[in-house]
């Protein structure tokens, strides 16, 4: 079993839609949660950085972790064809040198 | 952009070669790591150096090494390739310490494309 979980997709959604992403983990050490996106052919951008459990709201990106299901969601508002990349969740435990990273949700915003 | 740059962006390799592949950090920055990215999945961690020494090795065999300069550039190298080890290769660098806390944040380049056939 991987220490995280991501559906791969691919998620196809039209314009405006509200867009959810969710990643699933096992080990009960990670507290540091990030979210990247990726577009083709480069590298990934931090998105949302979240400490423990709770939601964080960045625009119209909005970042939640609930540490006692092991569940982290990110949820776009307003999507637009830009938001069209691939999206990985990524997280840490306290003073480890990695990030553990998620299989990535290949995500399409269709105009 | 993040200000981590790598070369060569693409390389193609013959199995059993070796290969080097460069990056250079952001300017006070003292931490680098090197991700391997296969096709579909997420990036997985090699190894990190802090101030020039390895601070940290995922389960990658040894043939896998590098190098990082007091100037804030590295080197990973890859010996005896094989054609498992096709992939995207980045290199993210993050400034203070070598731990992961929530101060550190990793600032990812746009990879070397590895093909090895």
């Given at each position: 079993q991987k220490e995280v979980e991501q559906d791969p997709g691919p998620l196809s959604v039209p314009e405006g839609a509200i867009v959810s992403l969710n990643c699933t983990y096992s080990n009960s050490a990670f507290?540091?949660?990030?979210?990247?996106?990726?577009y083709s052919r480069k590298g990934p951008e931090l998105l949302m950085y979240t400490y423990s459990s709770g939601n964080k709201?960045?625009?119209?990106?909005?970042?939640?972790?609930?540490k006692?299901?092991?569940?982290i969601s990110l949820f776009i508002r307003d999507s637009q064809p830009s938001d069209s990349a691939t999206y990985l969740c990524a997280m840490s435990a306290q003073g480890a040198q990695k990030l553990v990273f998620g299989q990535g949700t290949r995500l399409t915003i269709n105009p | 952009e993040t200000g981590v740059t790598q070369s060569p962006t693409h390389l193609i390799k013959t199995r059993g070669q070796q290969v080097t592949?460069?990056?250079s950090s952001q300017s006070g920055h003292n931490t680098v790591s090197w991700y391997q990215q296969a096709l579909g999945q997420g990036?997985?961690?090699?190894?990190?150096?802090?101030?020039?020494?390895?601070?940290?090795?995922?389960?990658?065999?040894p043939r896998f090494s590098g190098l990082q300069f007091?100037?804030?550039?590295?080197?990973l190298n890859v010996n005896a390739l094989e054609l498992d080890d096709s992939a995207l290769y980045l290199c993210a660098s993050s400034e203070g310490t070598a731990l992961v806390t929530a101060n550190e944040k990793l600032f990812f380049?746009?990879?070397?494309?590895?093909?090895?056939l």
């Open positions: 507290q540091y949660f990030m979210w990247y996106r990726q709201e960045d625009g119209r990106f909005t970042a939640q972790v609930d006692s299901s092991k569940y | 592949l460069r990056c990036p997985q961690f090699i190894f990190q150096y802090y101030r020039e020494e390895e601070n940290g090795r995922g389960n990658f065999p007091p100037n804030y550039s590295s080197e380049g746009s990879g070397t494309q590895l093909s090895v």
